[in-house]
């Protein structure tokens, strides 16, 4: 018996990735959900909260964590933005201080109407926000108290007219707060709520389907009544109503470990999914849809879950208009995700591995693009290993187009000897886009043996998932064997078949290139009419022609801008001396942007 590989060489890479794929025709292929191998980024100190979501107006996801007390005074209390540059890459994080008190809960969302994300904490008695300024950076935080013991936060429209408001939900006491954002600033509305000593969540989205946001909370750990949610309804006159309980019977365990709100069921109305339980079999994975008719939740039903799952997130992973719902578990190093099947419910679940931690806050598991695929990916706070990544990895469930590059080979035949290794190459087809060759080897027990190609065949396919195109080659063959001697050993027989296809490398053209020189860019003026660094000069900017040059207070407002900048800014704003304090610029070169800060020193 005789392996056969045909071998496409590729001597160019293009746009477009090829990869191996060892699969027979025809094109149908199902492939599930899959994630790459995690990554941990470990931040020397305990890391609570996690959060996805643009905080620098560039039009890409960036990650954001925070961290609690751990002993290290330069790394505690700090939230660490981690920005996505455009390949898709996170740089290096920028770290941003707030007051040293235990945070619990984290979230991303315009909420002061500029425009622009702001990251919103809870921590100790306040909430604290970040507000971004036009720069791409971050203001100092500012602080507004909400009562002792902040441990739950979400971020949405709350009184319907269209400004972010803030939902604060305090462990230990028996209220709610909202901060409702209007043009001065927030207003204060507080809500009865259920007490629970640590670890509830607050989520918003609409559960009723009558256009408005709604609050619900889970009472979390060391809650001592009947497991469940609690949902408040906004009434259409700016405010909500009180609580509905839609609880949940365990005899083992009174509280929830997370929840999250989405479509699971595609009816196109959003349902309220919760975890529950510690170890097998005990651990639930709860389901409270919403009514088709009226549009209240309607009786839990549950389902075997994963050890102790905690934190719970809903989203298409796979752009395919269904969400599947991931959990992480604590103490059991696994994620695990459920994906719909045909009858839109939730079965069996797969699972990948993460570092070891145990215990999850239900604000640390994020999900977002992170790596701009257009796919979804997971962010996850481990206390114990830091910020941990999960990128996703999931291929097409079927082939768009596929065309033959090669068919009906030529018919090879060959002599081996008794248990021999036989190996032997040859070029089959060379064209101008592409070169195959054929190798043959095996390890057999016989005297003599013919071996026959009767037909191969080699086929380009393109396939596409959220929004990005994945290319590969699909290698079918029909091997027809005669062997008229002794007869097989099949414990020595050794076979393969692969292919590749990759591209012979075009003609290079040489281009002109032009190195322009770099700009020499000072921090600092000292505008005090002695002659001397009197004016902002930038070295080699007359290289540059329609640059665009824009300075910025602390607050974002613009205090100097100009095309094709002359070297002539003196630290002046409507003719008037500008404060001796630090002020950020952006420049525009066209082929690139340049970002910085520039002090000005009067002596």
């Not at 095309?563 to 800014?569: G, K, L, P, Q, R």
Request: aromatic share 12%; with cysteine.
């Amino acid at each position: 018996m005789v392996g056969n590989m045909h071998r496409i060489v590729k001597k160019h890479i293009t746009k477009q990735c090829f990869f191996y794929c060892i699969l027979m025709f025809p094109t149908w292929v199902f492939s599930q959900i899959d994630f790459l191998p995690y990554q941990s980024i470990n931040l020397n100190s305990d890391v609570e909260v996690v959060c996805i979501g643009d905080v620098n107006n560039d039009g890409l996801n960036d990650v954001v964590i925070g961290t609690d007390f751990s002993f290290n005074p330069v790394l505690d209390y700090k939230i660490f933005v981690y920005l996505q540059d455009n390949f898709g890459n996170l740089l290096p994080a920028t770290i941003y201080s707030y007051p040293n008190n235990a945070i619990m809960t984290i979230d991303i969302g315009d909420v002061n109407n500029d425009q622009l994300n702001d990251i919103v904490i809870g921590y100790g008695d306040s909430i604290g926000i970040f507000y971004q300024n036009g720069v791409g950076l971050l203001n100092p935080l500012v602080s507004f108290y909400s009562g002792i013991s902040v441990g739950e936060l979400k971020i949405g429209d709350l009184n319907n007219d269209g400004l972010f408001d803030i939902s604060v939900g305090h462990k230990g006491s028996n209220f709610i707060k909202l901060f409702l954002q209007d043009v001065s600033g927030f207003n204060q509305v507080t809500y009865t709520q259920p007490q629970s000593n640590n670890r509830s969540e607050i989520a918003i989205a609409d559960v009723n389907s009558d256009g408005l946001n709604d609050v619900v909370y889970m009472a979390g750990w060391g809650f001592t009544g009947v497991a469940g949610v609690y949902v408040y309804l906004q009434n259409g006159s700016g405010l909500l109503n009180n609580y509905i309980q839609y609880s949940y019977l365990n005899s083992s365990y009174n509280s929830l470990n997370g929840i999250a709100l989405g479509d699971v069921n595609n009816d196109g109305k959003n349902d309220v999914v919760a975890t529950n339980g510690g170890n097998f079999s005990s651990s639930r994975l709860v389901f409270w849809f919403q009514d088709t008719s009226s549009f209240l939740l309607q009786t839990p039903i549950d389902i075997q879950a994963y050890d102790i799952p905690q934190p719970v997130e809903i989203a298409d992973f796979n752009c395919d208009g269904k969400n599947e719902i991931i959990v992480v578990h604590g103490g059991w190093l696994s994620v695990t995700w459920y994906e719909q099947n045909i009858n839109d419910n939730y079965t069996n679940y797969q699972s990948n591995p993460i570092p070891y931690a145990s215990h999850f806050n239900p604000y640390g598991l994020s999900i977002g693009d992170i790596n701009n695929d257009g796919k979804k990916d997971v962010a996850i706070a481990n206390h114990a290993d830091g910020l941990v990544l999960m990128i996703n990895n999931t291929s097409p469930t079927n082939i768009d187009t596929s065309y033959s590059i090669l068919t009906n080979t030529n018919f090879y035949s060959s002599s081996v000897i008794s248990n021999s290794l036989y190996y032997s190459e040859k070029t089959i087809v060379t064209t101008p886009e592409y070169i195959i060759t054929q190798i043959d080897s095996f390890k057999i027990n016989i005297f003599y043996q013919i071996d026959s190609i009767r037909l191969d065949s080699a086929f380009i396919t393109e396939s596409s998932i959220c929004g990005q195109t994945i290319s590969d080659t699909i290698y079918s063959s029909y091997n027809y064997q005669d062997s008229t001697f002794l007869s097989i050993d099949t414990n020595l027989i050794s076979t393969s078949i692969d292919s590749v296809l990759i591209e012979i490398e075009p003609p290079v053209i040489e281009p002109v290139i032009i190195v322009l020189p770099e700009l020499v860019i000072p921090n600092t003026i000292t505008p005090n009419g002695d002659g001397i660094n009197d004016v902002w000069i930038i070295d080699n900017i007359e290289f540059y022609p329609n640059n665009e040059l824009e300075i910025f207070n602390r607050n974002g407002s613009s205090i100097f801008k100009s095309i094709n900048y002359t070297n002539n800014w003196n630290g002046q704003y409507n003719g008037q001396d500008l404060p001796a304090t630090t002020y950020y610029y952006v420049i525009d070169l066209g082929s690139k942007i340049l970002k910085g800060d520039l002090s000005i020193i009067r002596e």
